[in-house]
């Protein structure tokens, strides 16, 4: 493992140490095995963590050399059969390894060479849509943690997956939902307000929509602004046959341009007349200037 992956490591194994610290009514120890003093992760959790302080079973030597064979129970996901139970006189031994390339089989590899039972946990019993999940140390630990405590291994490994990926979309989605939710809330006591968002909802499709736009369109006074004009003009141009009414919008809307063009032109002539007029003046001060020494000499 990398610096950055061992960090990693570090921080789940703190995450899962609070999580047994913070749960006295579920009767669970945790111990850390191959954890001598030259031990990256070791030193990692000493220096960054405060490891020092915790009250943890440290051992320097290997499960597989702690613990017996009858009691030990090594968790992974290529293992064939899954755990059902939870049980208070068992070892569960969770693989503390960061790879970011992810290093297949490796857990269930060394519980095969040392002939340890393996079990994984019960996705596909539970939720089969949710197999491949690579879970962290201390999510692992959470999910026995729950077990332990209800029993409900559905609810325990839906805590465990991620929200994008149990099909809710996220926080994004429910937070579109919560407004949707307001929205409806809002509307169920003013209905009018309803009828003038759907209304509103109709002319931003049609407006988008484009070819046959204005063809289409039927309400008494579509538009509630001049840039609404402006586009259906604009969209008018790709439309195979408007109608009479959408003809006289799309006249209006023409009207009102040229109007607009009309006046900006008088008003760029007035502001060039009135330049005009201030340069001739400033011209005859200058010549005003330069004569009358003439005068005073």
Same mark, same amino acid.
């Given at each position: ?6 960090r990693?490591?570090?921080?789940q194994l703190?995450i899962s &140490?609070?999580l047994?610290?913070s749960s006295? $009514?579920?009767p669970m120890q945790?111990?850390?095995?191959s954890?001598d003093?030259d031990?990256?992760? &070791?030193q990692?959790c000493?220096d960054?963590?405060? *490891?020092?302080?915790?009250i ?7 499960y597989?050399?702690v613990?017996?064979?009858? #009691?030990?129970?090594?968790l ?5 059969e899954e755990l059902?139970?939870?049980?208070a006189d068992k070892? &569960? ?5 960061v790879?970011r ?6 857990t *269930?590899r060394?519980?095969?060479q040392f002939q340890f039972? =393996?079990?994984?946990l019960?996705?596909p019993? *539970?939720?089969?849509e ?5 879970l962290?140390v201390?999510?692992v630990?959470?999910?026995l943690?729950q077990v332990r405590?209800?029993?409900d ?14 099909? =809710?979309?996220g926080?994004?989605k429910?937070r579109?939902d919560?407004?949707r939710?307001r929205?409806?809330?809002?509307f $169920?006591?003013?209905p009018?307000l309803r009828?003038e968002? #759907?209304a ?7 407006w ?5 736009? $204005?063809s ?5 006074n ?9 586009a259906?003009a604009? *969209? ?5 046959s408007?109608?009479?009414s959408a003809?006289?919008?799309v006249?209006a ?5 040229? $109007?607009s063009r009309?006046e900006d032109?008088k008003?760029?002539e ?8 201030? =340069?001739?003046n ?9 004569v009358?020494?003439?005068f005073?000499?």
């Amino acid at each position: 493992m990398n610096e950055k992956e061992i960090r990693s490591l570090a921080k789940q194994l703190f995450i899962s &140490y609070h999580l047994v610290r913070s749960s006295p $009514s579920v009767p669970m120890q945790l111990h850390l095995a191959s954890f001598d003093d030259d031990n990256t992760v &070791y030193q990692a959790c000493r220096d960054l963590f405060s *490891f020092n302080s915790w009250i943890v079973r440290r051992h320097e030597r290997p499960y597989w050399e702690v613990f017996s064979r009858e #009691e030990v129970v090594v968790l992974s996901p290529d293992a064939d059969e899954e755990l059902l139970s939870v049980e208070a006189d068992k070892v &569960y031994v969770v693989g503390g390894l960061v790879d970011r390339t992810i290093s297949r089989s490796e857990t *269930f590899r060394q519980a095969e060479q040392f002939q340890f039972e =393996t079990r994984k946990l019960p996705f596909p019993t *539970f939720l089969p849509e949710q197999q491949r999940l690579v879970l962290n140390v201390n999510t692992v630990v959470e999910i026995l943690l729950q077990v332990r405590q209800h029993g409900d291994w559905k609810a325990a490994l839906l805590s465990a997956v991620p929200r994008r990926l149990q099909g =809710t979309g996220g926080r994004k989605k429910a937070r579109l939902d919560r407004k949707r939710e307001r929205r409806e809330e809002i509307f $169920s006591h003013n209905p009018e307000l309803r009828n003038e968002a #759907e209304a509103r909802q109709v002319r931003e499709r049609q407006w988008c929509r484009g070819k046959g736009r $204005s063809s289409t369109f039927d309400d008494e006074n579509p538009f509630e602004n001049p840039d609404a004009l402006a586009a259906l003009a604009l *969209f008018n141009e790709d439309a195979s046959s408007p109608s009479d009414s959408a003809r006289g919008v799309v006249s209006a809307a023409e009207e009102g341009a040229v $109007s607009s063009r009309a006046e900006d032109e008088k008003q760029r002539e007035d502001m060039g007349d009135s330049t005009e007029s201030r =340069t001739r003046n400033g011209e005859l001060e200058k010549n005003a200037q330069v004569v009358n020494p003439l005068f005073d000499s």
